[in-house]
């Protein structure tokens, strides 16, 4: 399995507060992920939370492309994450080589326009929906589990990635895009993720890192390391299950036990 560091480039993260919204710390993030394991980092310029303000391309590129050019410069195998078309391409022309796209190409249709004409790989996340506020407004209507299931999201994104090169596609279940806090549709999906890599005929990358799911399966308010512990177990499960990359913030404390996990 590989692990992909991630490098929030923003002021309103869910996850770290904003700590790398300066390029300087974000960089300096991105070159400590890697020497604590991380075999790809993925830098994004919006956050996609439902507290979060939307951002412009022009934002996010400001954002990110910076970080982008100086990881890659530094021999950093780069990832951006983005859902717009424009980010994209000019990721590329600073030295990315992988787009992680939550939306799947829902938000920006030209996102498979770019994909298609660059050789770089291209991560289709699983989410219903046209915006990240879109997303998270119908998850208040709580659809029926079986409607997020392993098959189900198979069959969705069967349907937005067939016309691309199978062989630089990748898939993303989309764990907490519209899946909520529920940890068993959450759960569900990690084990079945070798089901869905299989039905597919792609590599699959889990995002489980300090998700709202590991959150209520934890008792209290659980304390930031207690949140990375749980998602360790995340990954492994993940990992168990048949997934090919995990996405996870704290690269540190995941290496040593997927380590030990893969050698057992």
């Known amino acids: 399995m590989l692990i992909m ?37 993925d830098v994004g310029g919006e956050a996609t939370n439902p507290r979060a303000q939307p951002v412009d391309a022009a934002e996010e590129l400001r954002r990110a492309i910076p970080v982008v050019r100086r990881l890659a410069a530094a021999g950093v195998r780069v990832s951006i994450d983005t859902t717009k078309a424009a980010v994209a391409e000019a990721a590329i022309a600073a030295g990315a080589s992988i787009i992680n796209d939550i939306s799947g190409g829902l938000f920006d249709p030209a996102m498979h326009d770019v994909v298609t004409k660059s050789s770089v790989t291209y991560i289709a996340g699983h989410l219903r929906g046209r915006s990240i506020a879109e997303v998270f407004s119908a998850e208040a209507g709580r659809p029926p589990p079986d409607t997020l299931s392993w098959q189900a999201v198979a069959h969705e994104l069967s349907t937005r990635i067939g016309h691309l090169p199978a062989d630089r596609v990748w898939v993303d279940p989309g764990l907490g895009f519209g899946k909520g806090g529920d940890p068993e549709t959450n759960l569900a999906l990690i084990r079945h993720a070798g089901d869905l890599g299989r039905a597919l005929g792609r590599p699959v990358v889990v995002g489980a890192s300090r998700k709202r799911f590991l959150r209520r399966l934890l008792t209290g308010d659980p304390s930031e390391l207690a949140l990375d512990a749980a998602s360790v177990a995340a990954c492994l499960a993940a990992a168990r299950a048949g997934a090919h990359v995990s996405r996870t913030h704290n690269v540190a404390l995941l290496r040593p036990a997927l380590t030990v996990y893969t050698r057992m």
């Not at 960089?27 to 980092?41: M, S």
């Open 5 to 41: 560091g991630v490098v929030n480039a923003t002021p309103d993260s869910f996850s770290d507060g904003g700590r790398f919204a300066a390029e300087e710390a974000a960089v300096a993030h991105g070159l400590q992920l890697v020497a604590d394991g991380a075999d790809l980092v």
